[in-house]
């Protein structure tokens, strides 16, 4: 059981870097952007094939799957920017897309990577640690240097004008920035982070997978929503910016401990789709029920007043 729990917060926590990515789209943009799905596996899959094929230092090869997941963010803003395709159907059509462009960088469905040294394996024979020890310490420590660069991102003059683009678009355009542009960095700068976490993944679990991104939307969705759901429930109600990345990072780990103790009490492991889809029904409609009954209370106390 212990030994599950640990799999789940190393997996959270490389999971949760894709989470932060589908956090600027989703609650900065208000767009629930598909092509994370095919972006996280682009970025396991480039990666998989530079060190397979190629021979390619670990390290650079995360990078490369990286940068592969901002040529595919690119794509889909230039299909919602400059053709005026719908945000989520470009996304659709980037995520499509792919698919084929997935299966023709691997060749086959699968690359494995036992027999190849990744960054984890080679931490753990340098220090001596378990390999699941390395990927939570070097998951977390690729965690706080994108929040802290994330945080000082949103903070510069490009980073304001994507939060403004976001909050109201319009009023944006109005005041001269350019939210064609914005919405280009956002998607680019989104899905490099959705390819890195498919890299990280990818040398993590030893092998790269052609349907290893499908519902990442869904678990992005649900950590995000899991961490804003335990940011309200807190004593202080965590509202900055920099707290509501870290909830995101957080949310991820609290799925994937779901998932797994779902998984250890006996259930199914073909229904995980059913539990992800009801751990957001669920998360997204507590904070409703809650501020109805707070709302409720307020009432009934100037009642009695």
């Not at 596996?41 to 480039?46: I, R």
């Not at 036992?114 to 753990?124: D, G």
């Not at 409703?288 to 009432?299: A, D, I, N, T």
Request: glycine share 12%; hydrophobic share 55%.
């Amino acid at each position: 059981m212990l030994l599950a729990m640990q799999g789940a917060v190393s997996q959270g926590i490389l999971w949760g870097v894709m989470v932060l990515g589908v956090f600027i789209t989703y609650k900065l943009l208000d767009i629930a952007d598909l092509t994370c799905d095919g972006s996280l596996a682009l970025g396991g899959c480039v990666c998989a094939i530079l060190v397979v094929q190629y021979g390619c230092n670990p390290w650079l090869a995360i990078g490369a799957g990286a940068l592969a997941g901002v040529v595919a963010g690119a794509v889909t803003g230039l299909l919602h920017t400059l053709f005026s395709i719908p945000a989520i159907l470009a996304g659709i059509l980037t995520q499509i897309s792919l698919w084929s462009i997935n299966l023709r960088i691997m060749g086959k469905s699968n690359v494995p990577l036992l027999k190849h040294e990744t960054v984890f394996s080679a931490i753990s024979a340098a220090t001596g640690l378990p390999q699941t020890t390395i990927t939570i310490v070097v998951g977390t420590a690729f965690a706080v240097a994108i929040v802290a660069g994330l945080y000082w991102f949103f903070g510069t003059e490009i980073g304001s004008a994507l939060r403004a683009t976001g909050n109201n678009e319009d009023m944006s355009r109005a005041l001269g920035i350019n939210t064609s542009f914005t919405k280009m960095v956002a998607l680019m700068v989104s899905n490099g982070l959705v390819g890195l976490s498919g890299a990280l993944i990818c040398q993590s679990q030893k092998y790269a997978d052609i349907g290893m991104g499908t519902g990442a939307i869904i678990i992005g969705l649900a950590a995000i929503v899991i961490g804003e759901v335990l940011g309200r429930l807190t004593p202080g109600k965590l509202r900055s910016f920099s707290s509501r990345l870290i909830a995101a990072v957080v949310g991820s780990i609290v799925y994937f401990l779901i998932r797994a103790i779902v998984l250890q009490l006996g259930m199914d492991a073909n229904d995980m789709k059913l539990l992800s889809a009801c751990i957001v029904a669920v998360a997204l409609a507590v904070p409703v029920v809650w501020e109805r009954y707070q709302l409720r209370r307020s009432y009934a106390r100037g009642g009695e007043a």
